[in-house]
């Protein structure tokens, strides 16, 4: 085929897709286009009873943007809706928020995913977490203000999956998640330890507390790192505002710590940087030390975050799946032990939920209306998704080399 025909087959190809474009741009040709989809794709009809068009540009937006335009369209009040009983039924049973193929109705996955390859082609030849966008997380989100965050978390000022056994309150079920990575460390008094992430600090407090441990809380966010200072910190408990990759790369670090653990940290890591993460943890480690990683983890890899949760909420944070994560664990650790409970995390988030919507009723000028409303689909949407198991919580219990241990006790 000649230069000129691969020419002429690329205009008429470019101007294909300029025309479905514009046609799309018809509010009422994206919701015709909306509701064939949702019949092929097997999603159910009763979809459509779940939220109210009030702006019809929304159907434009649903159809270009997927699950961001719905969050806009909620956020900007084109749409109305129950968020909670429209991604329920959404995502229930359907192939939505999943790779997998097993579905009866595999083409709304085909849909999805090429209506996103130009970001998934991007996040695979591209390093979202580099030194110098890996702050975009924390200045977006982690230092926009202490106030909802205190009142959204409660005491335990734990912005993570708490656990829920044999807990009645999000208090105690966070104290238990906790108690459990204090135990899984298997902590002596004395020991050197490093908390990677850190949050606001309180996990680093219950071990210098409970474990009887120095820990130094390690974290890239400047008003945790403040908000931790002026809180907490005492003789043996200190927090540095830090990359990591500093940390490690300090000499005088390596081989000091007896145990670290890292809590909701390994999500902001990128699959690009899990070789680097691990080795950096294994460099700071003693030989016969040990390591706890919790992290949110995904059943399908997909190398780029929701759309958007990657605007509002979490630049740049890409969920790992375990073909991520495995081989960087290879390469550094013996993975002692694995423990999933992410449905804890609906419950969770569910209790967020209810304290952020008491925060704003009590502070109604606080946060605008389209942030609360940005805010309260965020907190419902990743709910669902633990409750359907699309999102799942991890923990693991790494070592870095042979050494005379008798076990690694189970903890649960």
């Known amino acids: 085929?000649?230069?000129?025909?691969?020419?002429?087959?690329?205009?008429?190809?470019?101007?294909?897709?300029?025309?479905?474009?514009?046609?799309?741009?018809?509010?009422?040709?994206?919701?015709?286009a909306i509701e064939k989809i949702v019949e092929l794709g097997g999603v159910p009809k009763e979809i459509f009873n779940e939220l109210e068009v009030v702006d019809e540009t929304?159907?434009?937006?649903?159809?270009?943007?997927?699950?961001?335009?719905?969050?806009?369209?909620?956020?900007?009040?084109?749409?109305?809706?129950?968020?909670?009983?429209?991604?329920r039924t959404l995502?229930?049973?359907?192939?939505?928020?999943?790779?997998?193929?097993?579905?009866?109705?595999?083409?709304?996955?085909?849909?999805?995913?090429?209506?996103?390859?130009?970001?998934?082609?991007?996040?695979?030849?591209?390093?979202?977490?580099?030194?110098?966008?890996?702050?975009?997380?924390?200045?977006?989100?982690?230092?926009?203000?202490?106030?909802?965050?205190?009142a959204m978390l409660g005491p335990s000022m734990s912005y993570t999956c708490a656990y829920w056994k044999d807990?009645?309150?999000?208090?105690?079920?966070?104290?238990?998640?906790?108690?459990l990575i204090m135990r899984k460390l298997e902590l002596s008094p004395g020991m050197k330890v490093a908390d990677f992430g850190m949050g606001w600090g309180t996990a680093a407090a219950y071990m210098h507390e409970h474990g009887k441990v120095d820990v130094t809380g390690v974290s890239l966010s400047e008003q945790q790192v403040k908000w931790a200072s002026e809180h907490l910190t005492k003789p043996g408990l200190r927090f540095i505002w830090q990359d990591y990759r500093d940390h490690c790369e300090d000499p005088k670090?390596?081989?000091?710590?007896?145990?670290?653990?890292?809590?909701?940290?390994?999500?902001?890591?990128?699959?690009?940087?899990?070789?680097?993460?691990?080795?950096?943890?294994k460099i700071l480690l003693k030989p016969e030390g040990l390591a706890v990683v919790h992290s949110i983890g995904e059943?399908?890899?997909?190398?780029?975050?929701?759309?958007?949760?990657?605007k509002y909420i979490f630049p740049g944070a890409v969920i790992p799946a375990m073909s991520t994560v495995?081989?960087?664990?290879?390469?550094?650790?013996?993975?002692?032990?694995?423990?999933?409970?992410?449905?804890?995390?609906?419950?969770?988030?569910?209790?967020w939920n209810v304290?952020?919507?008491?925060?704003?009723?009590?502070?109604?000028?606080?946060?605008?209306?389209?942030?609360?409303?940005?805010?309260?689909?965020?907190?419902?949407?990743?709910?669902?998704?633990?409750?359907?198991r699309i999102n799942q919580l991890w923990h693991f219990v790494l070592s870095p080399r042979p050494t005379l241990r008798e076990r690694i006790t189970r903890q649960v």
């Open 1 to 32: 085929m000649g230069l000129l025909s691969c020419c002429s087959i690329l205009v008429v190809f470019v101007a294909l897709l300029e025309g479905v474009f514009q046609l799309v741009q018809n509010p009422a040709n994206a919701k015709a």
């Open 58 to 87: 929304a159907w434009v937006d649903i159809l270009t943007k997927l699950n961001l335009g719905i969050a806009e369209g909620y956020m900007h009040g084109k749409i109305k809706m129950d968020p909670k009983r429209f991604l």
């Open 91 to 150: 995502l229930n049973g359907t192939v939505l928020g999943s790779r997998r193929k097993d579905s009866q109705s595999p083409i709304l996955g085909y849909i999805v995913q090429l209506i996103q390859l130009p970001q998934a082609i991007q996040a695979y030849i591209t390093n979202q977490q580099t030194r110098e966008r890996s702050s975009r997380v924390t200045k977006l989100h982690y230092d926009a203000g202490n106030d909802l965050y205190e």
């Open 167 to 179: 807990a009645d309150n999000l208090d105690q079920a966070q104290t238990n998640k906790f108690n």
């Open 253 to 281: 670090q390596a081989g000091t710590y007896d145990r670290i653990y890292s809590i909701g940290m390994l999500e902001h890591i990128g699959f690009h940087n899990f070789d680097n993460f691990f080795k950096c943890i």
């Open 299 to 310: 059943p399908d890899f997909v190398p780029m975050s929701d759309d958007f949760l990657d």
């Open 326 to 351: 495995m081989p960087a664990i290879e390469n550094h650790f013996i993975l002692e032990d694995w423990q999933n409970f992410g449905h804890d995390y609906s419950k969770t988030l569910a209790a």
């Open 355 to 388: 304290n952020a919507k008491k925060f704003f009723e009590d502070n109604p000028k606080a946060y605008t209306p389209e942030f609360q409303r940005m805010w309260e689909y965020y907190l419902v949407m990743c709910e669902v998704l633990f409750e359907l």
